[in-house]
C-alpha cells in the first residue's frame, strides 16, 4: 500500500491547482510529510513538507509564495495548493512521509503541465 497522490492536469501559466494525496491513517498518524517533483530528464526534487501538527511548514526556494502545503489528519489527507504557475513547475507530482531520514511510501504521482 502507498500514498496516492490526484489533482493533476494541464493548466495555463499564471493558473492554480490543488494536488491531494491520501493513504492509511498509519501514513500519517504523526509523521511529516511532504510534496516532491520529478520534471521530464530530471532528478526528483523537494517541494515542501509539514510536520504532524500542521504547524512548521518548508517550502523550495522555487515555490515559496506561491504553493502551500496542508494537511488535515482525521481525513488522512495531504493538500499541496498551487498557485500562479510557471512552465517551470511541469512534473509528476509525488508525496510521501517521512520515516526517519528517508521518505517513503512513494506511490504514483500525479501530472501537472503547465503550459506558456
Known amino acids: 500500500v502507498q500514498l496516492q497522490a490526484s489533482g493533476g492536469g494541464l493548466v495555463q501559466t499564471g493558473g492554480s491547482l490543488r494536488l491531494s494525496c491520501g493513504g492509511p491513517g498509519r501514513f500519517f498518524n504523526g509523521y511529516k510529510m511532504g510534496w516532491f517533483r520529478q520534471a521530464p530528464g530530471k532528478e526528483r526534487e523537494f517541494v515542501a513538507s509539514?510536520?504532524?501538527?500542521?504547524?512548521?511548514?518548508n517550502y523550495s526556494d522555487s515555490v515559496k509564495g506561491r504553493f502551500f502545503i496542508s494537511r488535515d489528519n482525521a481525513k488522512n489527507a495531504l493538500y499541496l495548493q498551487m498557485n500562479n504557475l510557471r512552465p517551470e513547475d511541469t512534473a509528476v507530482y509525488y508525496c510521501?512521509?517521512?520515516?526517519?531520514?528517508?521518505?517513503?511510501?512513494w506511490g504514483q504521482g500525479t501530472l501537472v503541465t503547465v503550459s506558456s
Open positions: 509539514v510536520n504532524f501538527s500542521g504547524v512548521r511548514r
Open positions: 510521501a512521509r517521512q520515516v526517519g531520514h528517508d521518505w517513503a511510501n
